[in-house]
């Protein structure tokens, strides 16, 4: 293989792979919106909720929270003597921020060993499981966005023990995530039936 020739196969994998980072949505206040401009992540959801029976404003609203819909987002750095950079503070990492643990567990449990945490589509997956195994573990609802946040956040063993109670900041976020997630669901009811339509009627319809 000649060298211009391999320049070419990697350059085009580069790109390939740069193209596949799927930026931030541009209105992430507003769901329809979001899932106008990335209709794929509207499949992924789609098929999360019919497998988890999860609603869909719900994962969305805790990602909203936990990455604020970066493929690549990472918790902030610890430091030592406060200066020099020490690791992160936790394993967490991509949409869903979920910890490397508790990515092995989903992985393991659901057979998709091939998922990684920079997709949307296997993170919503992820965040659906989690979800679905919050309410078998500690009975918390799939339509309560405050109880599932705080079993997202502090771990099905955390919520059993309260944790949560001592952190009035993480009470406060999940408020906010319980509000987001009825604004998310408002939003998607009036705008699902279109979302649902295939590429053909909306192009023969607009």
Not at 45 to 52: I, L, S, V, Y
Not at 73 to 83: E, F, G
Not at 150 to 155: D, I, V
Request: with cysteine.
């Amino acid at each position: 293989m000649t060298f211009k020739l391999k320049a070419l196969i990697t350059g085009c994998l580069v790109a390939s792979v740069v193209g596949c980072a799927s930026a931030p949505p541009k209105q992430p206040e507003d769901l329809c919106e979001i899932f106008y401009e990335k209709r794929d992540w509207y499949d992924a959801a789609a098929d999360m909720r019919d497998r988890w029976g999860v609603p869909i404003q719900i994962p969305m609203a805790i990602m909203y929270q936990e990455s604020s819909f970066k493929h690549d987002a990472v918790p902030p750095r610890d430091y030592l003597l406060w200066i020099i950079p020490w690791g992160r503070v936790s394993s967490a990492y991509g949409y869903s921020q979920a910890k490397t643990p508790t990515w092995d567990d989903y992985e393991r449990e659901t057979g998709n060993g091939w998922a990684s945490r920079d997709s949307f589509e296997d993170a919503i997956d992820f965040m659906g499981w989690f979800i679905d195994k919050s309410h078998r573990v500690n009975g918390v609802s799939k339509w309560d966005a405050y109880g599932q946040y705080l079993n997202y956040h502090e771990g099905w063993g955390g919520y059993k023990r309260q944790t949560y109670r001592s952190k009035a900041w993480l009470m406060r976020t999940a408020e906010r995530v319980k509000q987001r997630a009825g604004t998310y669901g408002a939003q998607l009811r009036r705008c699902e039936d279109d979302l649902k339509r295939g590429w053909l009627s909306r192009w023969l319809f607009g």
